[in-house]
């Protein structure tokens, strides 16, 4: 069974670069069937579609993200990253990384990243 | 504001049917047949309750069911159980060189 964990710092200071990363167990995240994802939601509110990485490296972003957004894979490690620069309070949620085949069907347990001086 | 419109709540009493909405437009979930509906209990992750419209995942109780007409996709959930109280979320596919995937702002269910 594919599992997800999430890792990364808790706080972030305005105007820096938030960085996150997934690793994926259980399965190999090279696996052709899976796009992996980041999906963000801020307390109280829904969920945000934020970006996805193909194992052949080929990437989307959110458009109203797009310009701050990074997303990586390494192969190697069996995890992708997540990299958010210009932070503001507004980037402030729970980051889940998620697994794409049929559906957004494996998800991490989430991590919550305050945007705060 | 999110890019697919569902209700704020809905509410059903055990054993009765509820249906979710979620509206999108021909450039999302009027375009595509790839619509999710997701679940969400409070603190945990979203879980996957329907894909590509109308398919359930292994372990997804026949209980939950979807559907697609035009630019709206709708979750049905028949015969209530008090375990289906949570958030639900509908999502679609946009197109990769546009939006990607989009999500609605979420419906909480009350059963009551």
């Known amino acids: 069974q594919v599992q997800l964990q999430e890792s990364g710092p808790g706080l972030v200071k305005p105007s820096q670069t938030l960085s996150l990363t997934c690793t994926v167990s259980?399965?190999?995240?090279?696996?052709?069937?899976?796009?992996w994802s980041w999906i963000r939601q801020p307390a109280g509110k829904g969920l945000e579609w934020i970006g996805r990485?193909?194992?052949?490296?080929?990437?989307n972003y959110n458009p109203s993200l797009k310009s701050r957004v990074t997303i990586s894979v390494d192969t190697s490690k069996n995890q992708f990253s997540l990299k958010l620069s210009s932070v503001t309070a507004a980037d402030t949620a729970v980051y889940y990384c998620?697994?794409?085949?049929?559906?957004?069907?494996?998800w991490g347990q989430g991590t919550l990243v305050t945007v705060s001086s | 504001q999110s890019a697919l419109t569902q209700p704020r709540s809905v509410s059903g009493s055990p054993g009765q049917s509820v249906t979710i909405s979620c509206t999108g437009t021909?450039?999302?979930?009027?375009?595509?047949?790839?619509v999710s509906w997701y679940q969400q209990h409070p603190g945990k992750a979203p879980k996957l309750m329907i894909y590509?419209?109308?398919k359930r995942p292994s372990g997804v109780p026949d209980r939950f069911s979807g559907s697609k007409s035009g630019n709206t996709a709708s979750l049905t959930i028949s015969g209530l159980q008090a375990e289906d109280e949570a958030d639900y979320y509908c999502?679609?596919?946009?197109?990769?060189?546009?939006?990607?995937?989009?999500f609605g702002g979420g419906t909480k269910l009350t059963v009551l």
């Open positions: 998620a697994g794409y085949s049929y559906g957004y069907d494996y």
């Open positions: 259980g399965g190999s995240i090279s696996s052709g069937s899976y796009y």
């Open positions: 990485i193909y194992t052949s490296g080929s990437t």
């Open positions: 021909s450039s999302d979930v009027g375009g595509y047949n790839y």
């Open positions: 590509d419209v109308s």
């Open positions: 999502c679609s596919y946009a197109g990769s060189y546009t939006r990607g995937w989009v």
